[in-house]
């Protein structure tokens, strides 16, 4: 856990800023501006996604969706049970049943869906759901904890320029 923070607000916002980070990896490999890590509890870093959309035009290859995909298939069930994915937005619907379904316990976001809708307008390649990923948790039978959104002012400026070209 090397230069890992051990308290948890220092520890989301370390990873957070990493999701942060892959969002702009994503960006620069020619995708949409998101991305995803899974860390476990003691802090080790898991794995990482990026948006995959490019270059198939896939609008299900979310950076959260295809993380939960290697973690669910990689790793085992109590691991992922205390494990927190961090992303870089919040999760949309199909993400949070993703997450939900891979059985990760917490989740710490950036961005908020309703900013990204503010950032993104009625951009084709980005029509923003308008159902938090609280209310897709709650309707589950067992708890995800969720922070966010949190660090929003530099979530959001991984878009900038993006959404209007």
Request: hydrophobic share 40%; with cysteine; glycine share 8%.
């Amino acid at each position: 856990m090397a230069n890992v923070p051990v308290d948890q607000p220092a520890r989301d916002t370390h990873f957070l800023r990493r999701s942060f980070d892959v969002a702009r990896r994503a960006a620069a490999h020619g995708n949409h501006p998101f991305g995803a890590v899974l860390v476990d509890r003691d802090g080790n870093l898991l794995l990482e996604a990026e948006n995959g959309y490019m270059p198939s035009h896939d609008g299900t290859a979310h950076a959260e969706r295809l993380l939960a995909t290697q973690a669910c298939t990689a790793l085992d069930p109590s691991t992922l049970r205390s494990a927190t994915l961090y992303s870089s937005a919040e999760p949309c619907a199909m993400c949070a049943g993703a997450i939900y379904w891979a059985g990760i316990g917490r989740l710490v976001y950036g961005l908020s869906e309703h900013r990204l809708r503010d950032l993104t307008g009625n951009h084709p390649e980005n029509l923003t759901l308008n159902l938090p990923c609280r209310d897709v948790f709650a309707s589950g039978q067992r708890a995800t904890e969720v922070v966010g959104p949190l660090l929003e002012d530099e979530a959001a400026a991984v878009h900038a320029g993006v959404w209007n070209k």
